[in-house]
């Protein structure tokens, strides 16, 4: 029953003739299926990050289910499959690290089964770029669905937002504002249902973005994991991959340049993860899309931030989603957007959110009365300590340290800022530049978020919640503060950031976009010439060749020999 007269991949599978097709049909019949699916049907390949190690993720193998319900009902075959799941609360040193690998684990399993189109269920913050990344190489028919927010966090009568609060009551708890059993309580309320980060973290942040690309059905990024609304949507994704595969639509046709410029603006206007900057630059990297570091400033300089949401407001994802989500959003944006680009609906973006209505203001802001003005969102600086470029959100910031110069004060590894932190005889006032680094791709390894370093005791205890951090890692989504991060080149690759000594001034302004390191030249190469290289992170394994091969964060953060595509032809028989 195949929807389209054009020969299908899984045909060369399930369609053969002689032993091999006799192989490939006869052990998938272990499963129960009928004569009738191996007809010449779409293959729907749902690759699914579920793991109980994910608990953002916990409950998509329940999505799947709905998913495939869609996919019988358009005559497709749905076969679910599972894809490395990167989970933030749990893996260590960093999920970053593996995003690149669950690409490369992606890409290879779509390529060698018999797929004609993918669905890509994703949540947790790695597991949304990560599948993308590997999608992209293959280039098949292609629609993603995100696995949706948790529920509000609930303490004492107010909403709490996962990551933010945990910051900002740890952070009380270390000045003594808050007790241990306090925490505990706040522990308890904020992750109360399934989903993933219900702040405008990196998860909501790529549930968004994947939205603004048009890989994703309009309004999915928002609806809760647990509404019923969100399995309603994964039943139409089901349907409509399927459609996808008959119009032959397929990623490359969906993620262009255009789409790319709509989803750094949409980032802009929903105060979205930093992080979002490097996973972009990935995504685009596969596909010879061309992105540069600085599209993220030049293109949102006159978009303002219209969503209130944690960390740089008041409200949650699920308020985002009652007050009309995305498409909200993007039709207030309109003006500023490619509205003809054609997503995975089928419909182009203008078709997408003419329906669209706001039912609460207090969450979505218009253009005319925005929540933050223009120029809020993420920036790209520039200077002597990040001649490739670094990055700021500004509406997580602090606005009297955005112009800002004082000494530095320096670490090599953040488990040594962490204790001295702690001291209260540090010797730090307001006015110090906290710089931590060999935190970047290939110094950690991995790139963590790290950069949100906690502030110092003898400052919280004294009332001081922000001042300026520098590093070459990166931070939460959920973070704020007045953090500049992904310094490239990083220190471990011998970035200027490697060159910095205590007491040495630091400059920011953000205005002007500027980082710099206000010492004199000669100084800088005397420095350079005793500066020698740390040994190798790794002997052997993932990591070894991570660190090898790992692009700076101003491209993207992505494997080298991985920039690119390699295609969807069926590979050679394996019998």
Request: charged residues 20%.
């Amino acid at each position: 029953m195949s929807t389209t007269d054009r020969p299908l991949r899984s045909g060369q599978w399930f369609g053969a003739e002689g032993r091999n097709g006799f192989i490939h049909r006869s052990w998938m019949r272990n499963q129960g299926f009928a004569d009738d699916v191996f007809d010449g049907r779409p293959v729907i390949g749902i690759a699914t990050t579920w793991s109980e190690l994910t608990p953002c993720n916990a409950h998509l193998r329940d999505l799947a289910e709905s998913v495939k319900r869609g996919v019988w009902e358009s005559g497709g075959l749905p076969l679910e499959f599972p894809a490395m799941s990167l989970g933030e609360p749990l893996m260590r040193p960093t999920t970053m690290l593996y995003r690149n690998l669950l690409a490369m684990e992606l890409e290879e399993s779509v390529r060698a089964n018999p797929l004609d189109g993918v669905v890509l269920l994703s949540g947790c913050d790695k597991t949304t770029p990560g599948l993308l990344m590997g999608a992209a190489s293959v280039d098949l028919p292609t629609l993603m669905l995100t696995g949706g927010p948790m529920l509000n966090g609930k303490f004492r009568g107010q909403d709490i937002g996962s990551g933010t609060v945990v910051w900002r009551f740890t952070e009380e708890m270390r000045a003594g504002r808050m007790s241990a059993a306090d925490c505990a309580e706040a522990e308890v309320g904020m992750s109360r249902s399934r989903g993933h980060c219900m702040t405008m973290g990196t998860a909501s942040t790529m549930a968004c973005v994947t939205e603004a690309l048009g890989v994703q059905l309009p309004g999915a990024a928002a609806v809760p994991a647990v509404d019923s609304r969100r399995y309603a949507l994964a039943q139409a994704a089901g349907r409509r991959i399927v459609a996808m595969v008959g119009e032959d639509q397929r990623l490359s046709s969906v993620l262009t340049r255009e789409a790319f410029e709509n989803a750094i603006r949409v980032n802009a206007a929903i105060g979205g993860s930093t992080n979002a900057v490097v996973h972009l630059l990935a995504i685009a990297g596969r596909l010879g899309v061309p992105l540069s570091l600085d599209d993220f400033d030049t293109l949102t300089a006159d978009v303002p931030l219209l969503v209130n949401l944690m960390p740089s407001g008041a409200y949650l994802m699920e308020d985002f989603a009652y007050a009309g989500g995305l498409p909200v959003v993007m039709k207030e944006l309109a003006p500023l957007l490619h509205t003809d680009h054609v997503t995975v609906s089928g419909r182009s973006v203008a078709e997408n959110v003419a329906g669209a209505q706001c039912w609460n203001s207090e969450v979505i802001a218009t253009m005319a009365e925005p929540f933050q003005a223009a120029g809020s969102g993420t920036v790209v600086l520039r200077g002597s300590l990040a001649p490739s470029g670094a990055v700021l959100k500004v509406s997580a910031a602090s606005p009297h340290l955005l112009t800002h110069t004082g000494p530095a004060l320096v670490f090599d590894r953040i488990e040594e800022y962490v204790v001295a932190a702690d001291d209260p005889d540090l010797d730090v006032t307001p006015d110090t530049v906290i710089v931590v680094r060999n935190a970047g791709p290939r110094g950690y390894p991995g790139f963590p978020e790290v950069g949100n370093v906690p502030m110092p005791r003898r400052l919280l205890t004294d009332g001081i919640t922000d001042m300026v951090r520098i590093s070459d890692a990166r931070m939460s989504g959920t973070g704020y503060g007045t953090c500049v991060l992904h310094v490239a080149p990083e220190a471990s690759v011998g970035g200027p950031l490697a060159l910095v000594r205590t007491g040495d001034l630091v400059h920011l302004d953000v205005a002007t976009r500027r980082l710099d390191l206000l010492v004199d030249e000669a100084e800088l190469a005397a420095r350079r010439s005793d500066w020698k290289p740390p040994p190798p992170v790794a002997d052997r394994g993932w990591v070894r060749l991570y660190s090898e091969h790992v692009l700076q964060a101003d491209s993207g953060a992505d494997l080298d020999f991985l920039v690119g595509g390699g295609g969807s032809a069926v590979p050679r028989h394996s019998h």
